[in-house]
């Protein structure tokens, strides 16, 4: 089956900077989205991006289908944006399954 | 609009016994799928219903079961509940197949 890598697995950073995190995905993809699940476990739709660019307020999202991968990037980071972000595929053919990566932690310092 | 609903939020129950957790969906949306996870992991998909028929079933063993009604709402049931069993079950619904989706609260579920 398709196999969904994230990068980095652990992010520590301090309140202001600026991060990009990493989705590599291993065959051709229907849909891609992008998560954050905040502490209490509530997931949380950042970007349906299956290909192209989509921009919102701090957040940017870019997937690259040809070449199999997605990037977020947080700007201006803020200790709310604190969490486990996951980029999740769904295969082509009939299953319609979600596919998630391991996720990326994030953490922001005051 | 409401989002997402899921109950209950939490659940403890004891080895061997059965659980039912309910979804209701975005008005609107006639997909439901159906997702386990355990902690320090990703969700792992476990159902898809689509029009009240099933349209995917992850890897998971016959004790799982699932069942989309005709408002479109959906129910999990796992049987002889096991320890392995203890996970944050979330439900997710779509407008359609091939749609983005909206995940709910979920259920957190401790077997004891």
């Known amino acids: 089956g398709i196999q969904v890598e994230q990068s980095p697995p652990d992010l520590i950073l301090q309140e202001g900077a600026n991060s990009t995190l990493r989705c590599n995905f291993s065959?051709?993809?229907?849909?891609l989205q992008w998560f954050h699940q905040n502490p209490w476990g509530q997931l949380i739709n950042l970007f349906y991006i299956p290909s192209g660019t989509k921009q919102n307020g701090r957040l940017s999202a870019t997937t690259v289908a040809t070449e199999r991968y997605s990037l977020l990037y947080i700007s201006s980071s803020q200790t709310t944006d604190s969490g486990v972000y996951f980029c999740a595929v769904e295969p082509g053919g009939y299953n319609n399954d979600m596919r998630f990566g391991a996720g990326t932690r994030l953490t922001v310092k005051p | 609009d409401a989002g997402v609903t899921q109950s209950p939020t939490h659940l403890i129950k004891t080895r061997g016994q059965h659980v039912t957790l309910r979804c209701s969906p975005i008005s609107g949306h006639k997909s439901v799928s159906w997702y386990q996870q355990v902690l320090g992991q990703g969700p792992q998909f476990i159902f898809q219903?689509?029009?009240?028929?099933?349209?995917g079933r992850g890897n998971f063993p016959d004790r799982f079961s699932a069942r989309q009604f005709p408002n479109y709402s959906s129910e999990l049931n796992v049987n002889a509940l096991l320890l392995g069993d203890s996970a944050l079950y979330l439900c997710a619904s779509s407008l359609a197949l091939n749609y983005g989706y909206t995940f709910g609260s979920g259920t957190r579920l401790t077997v004891v």
């Open positions: 219903y689509y029009e009240k028929e099933e349209r």
């Open positions: 065959d051709s993809v229907n849909n």
